[in-house]
């Protein structure tokens, strides 16, 4: 499935996403009552938000008489792909190992976590295509 620009999603979009990730598809009311003790929004702003998120092409819908029924277009790991992508390049040079240190010295990452971290490398270096080693040059100059 090819990715729609999702970097720039907001924090409501993002609520709003979780909502229909949980339920498969829904509609402005059953977003509107989701999210109804967290946010406090109209039911309005939810259905202007969707319209949005449709036009974006993260959502996409069809109508059941006069309700229109969305559900998302994007997968929650796209999602998170493409916005830790994006925060990624514009706060490291686009250098993940950069972000990664950056939360480590921040002490972001526990000592727990930081162990399941080191298996997930070990795991990704056992699985990594093994490159060749650059042939030796041959002796410059030789007649």
């Known amino acids: 499935m090819a990715m729609p620009k999702t970097t720039q999603l907001g924090d409501l979009q993002l609520a709003i996403l979780q909502v229909l990730w949980e339920l498969g598809e829904g509609t ?3 977003v509107y009552q989701a999210l109804l003790a967290e946010r406090g ?11 949005k998120m449709d036009e ?4 996409e819908h069809h109508a059941e008489g006069r309700r229109f029924i969305y559900r998302p ?8 792909r ?25 002490n972001e ?5 930081l162990t399941a ?3 997930q490398i070990a795991e990704a270096r056992s699985t990594e295509p093994k490159t060749a080693e650059p ?9």
């Open 73 to 80: 277009t994007v997968t929650r790991e796209q999602v998170r």
């Open 56 to 59: 974006k092409g993260v959502v």
């Open 28 to 30: 402005v009311t059953d």
């Open 109 to 113: 990452i526990r000592a727990e976590e």
């Open 117 to 119: 971290l080191e298996r």
């Open 135 to 143: 042939k030796a040059r041959k002796k410059e100059g030789k007649r």
């Open 82 to 106: 493409s916005m830790v992508a994006d925060l990624t390049e514009r706060l490291f040079g686009g250098d993940p190992a950069a972000l990664v240190a950056h939360l480590i010295s921040r």
């Open 41 to 51: 929004l109209a039911p309005t702003t939810i259905a202007t938000m969707l319209k």
